[in-house]
């Protein structure tokens, strides 16, 4: 991941070093006129620049907002305090990051191809990158696992899956994933700058070694993909079974209304996270393949935002699949939830507070 996250710094500063020098056709810009080995400034229409800026700065606002609704609903209402919800507010968590910090900083970025920051907070933006990708993924293995159990294993889970034990698990994946990524920084050089002279006064881009960019594809896609994949066909192959044998129960005139009742919704909530699982893969698998195998850094650009764009998708699924969230966000617009004893309301229930 980080062999395509170094080459999405690069690209979004404007391609590789450049060093100052003064072209015929038109006066050169620099980022930093007064020092002598600054990048160049790419220059761009102004018409291009406002429409970029526009867009981008109303994706990050979409996302944030999006996002911010779903963990205000979550962390205020105590009905929705559950082990599978604390996932979805960890995993709304990281993509109201990026909406909050990636994407703003990745914007001045694309239009002024410039980084005016420093080399020390490109260091930590670089690692919050990491941090943020890799946590996303890690919160979509966790909901995987959990829905796993709920579904082929009913009778453990709610022994083996308690809120307790899944915030622990939480916390764990976010500081293996900050350890990682502060490792991985620290490993490529980028704690000591001084030694480095392919980078011009400027840029914020981490070149990686081939031997890393293999280990962190593996470590931090292609291995937690697998493992949801594995287990998200096992989930609806069991589904499969149960509603066959549900439908063979009720042909025989057998009621079965609170079993089957269990089951459709450990079903349903297994099907919209696996919608969850699929469009993040969807937004990001064409991203890797096209940055593995092509050149066109316009392309790669468009596919580095539609996976940006990844983090503001999924609050609509849950607006699209799950009652509970519309009701809350009507409750939270119209501020309902600042009334005395509004996080004890049953909101699958009740309309008004």
Known sequence: MKGQKGELNKLLTGGDSLMAYETEDQETQYCFPDINSSCIKEQHSSHRYIITYLFL????????????????????????????????????????????????????????????????????????????????????VLIAVDRYVAVCHPLLYPQKIT???????????????????????????YFDTSHRTDVCYGECSDMVSFSWIVIDLFMCFIFPCVIMITLYLRIFYVVHQQVKVINSL????????????????????????????????????????????????TAITVLIWVAYANSGVNPLVYALFYPWFKKTVKHILTLKICQSASSLVNIFTENEL
């Open 57 to 140: 700065s109303l994706l990050s606002a979409w996302t944030v907002f999006l996002n911010l609704l779903v963990i205000i609903s979550i962390s205020h209402f105590k009905k929705f305090h559950t082990p599978t919800n604390m996932i979805i507010l960890s995993l709304a968590v990281a993509d109201m990051l990026i909406g909050l910090i990636e994407m703003p900083v990745g914007a001045i970025k694309l239009t002024e191809t410039c980084w005016y920051f420093g080399d020390t907070f490109c260091v930590l933006y670089l690692i919050l990158i990491g941090l943020i990708f890799s946590a996303s993924l890690g919160n979509l």
């Open 163 to 189: 809120i307790t034990n899944m915030l622990k698990s939480i916390c764990l994946s976010w500081l293996y994933y900050s350890a990682y990524n502060t490792a991985f920084v620290n490993n490529n050089g």
């Open 250 to 297: 009720m042909k025989g005139g057998k009621c079965v209304t609170e079993g089957s009742s269990k089951r459709k919704s450990e079903s349903k909530a297994a099907l919209t996270l696996g919608i969850i699982v699929l469009v993040y893969l969807l937004c990001y698998i064409p991203y890797y393949i096209c940055s593995l195998s092509v050149n066109s850094s």
